[in-house]
């Protein structure tokens, strides 16, 4: 079946500008990671939805960052008035949501460029 | 503060021969542990796991060591083939938690 998709696949935008990064999980799967990969950094957790449960938001690094996911598939992350630190590969992943340890599943990544 | 650490940023190997990646964890909450694999333009793939009630999982070419003492974990993979040349990342959760800690990242390149 198909994996997890994102889109774009590349964002260049000057600072200042919003972005709207998009996630289409795996069909099913009702847990929902954001995550960003800055350049040699790991991947930081950023967002986490699970079903009808409010997110976990803990690893959005400031108020400019939002996530939303609609009926409980497609998920939108948004940054506003980006800046150049924002720069980084943003990566969603999805899970079955079910049992003690979950697998996840990446999609390719978005990457964001912040001139 | 790195909760997991990849101290390896790259690590060459010819091919046929024996690949290790390390990483080391310092939250003892941690028993569950993962490595990823992925390739440029690519999400990372999931390779192999361990829960903490072991000390090693192998998979084929792939076997994941764990030293719960030493708070250490290793993947070795053998024999090592061209294809395998990626970036490595080791994570760590505890069981009943969605969230994974991630490494930094070890790039590895065999040689043909």
């Known amino acids: 079946g198909a994996g997890v998709s994102q889109s774009p696949s590349n964002k260049v935008t000057e600072k200042g500008k919003d972005v709207e990064l998009r996630c289409d999980p795996i069909s099913g799967h009702t847990a929902l990671y954001w995550y960003r990969q800055s350049l040699g950094q790991g991947l930081e957790f950023l967002i986490y939805?699970?079903?009808?449960?409010?997110?976990?938001k803990s690893g959005l690094p400031s108020d400019r960052f939002s996530a939303e996911r609609t009926g409980g598939s497609v998920s939108t992350l948004t940054i506003q008035r980006t800046q150049q630190e924002d720069s980084a590969v943003y990566l969603c992943?999805?899970?079955?949501?079910?049992?003690?340890?979950?697998?996840?599943?990446f999609g390719p990544g978005t990457r964001l460029l912040v001139l | 503060d790195q909760q997991v650490k990849q101290n390896s940023p790259s690590l060459s190997v010819q091919e046929g021969r024996i690949s290790i990646l390390n990483c080391d964890y310092t939250?003892?909450?941690?028993?569950?542990f993962l490595w990823y694999k992925k390739y440029p333009a690519e999400g990372p793939t999931f390779l192999i796991s361990i829960s903490s009630i072991k000390d090693k999982n192998e998979d084929g070419r792939f076997t994941v060591f764990l030293n719960k003492s030493a708070k250490h974990l290793s993947l070795h993979i053998v024999p090592s083939q061209p294809g395998d040349s990626a970036v490595y990342f080791c994570?760590?959760?505890?069981?009943?938690?969605?969230?994974?800690?991630f490494g930094t990242g070890t790039r590895l390149k065999v040689l043909a």
């Open positions: 992943a999805s899970s079955t949501g079910i049992g003690l340890v979950e697998t996840q599943y």
């Open positions: 994570a760590a959760s505890g069981i009943g938690t969605y969230k994974y800690i």
């Open positions: 939805f699970q079903g009808n449960s409010a997110p976990d």
């Open positions: 939250n003892s909450m941690f028993d569950y």
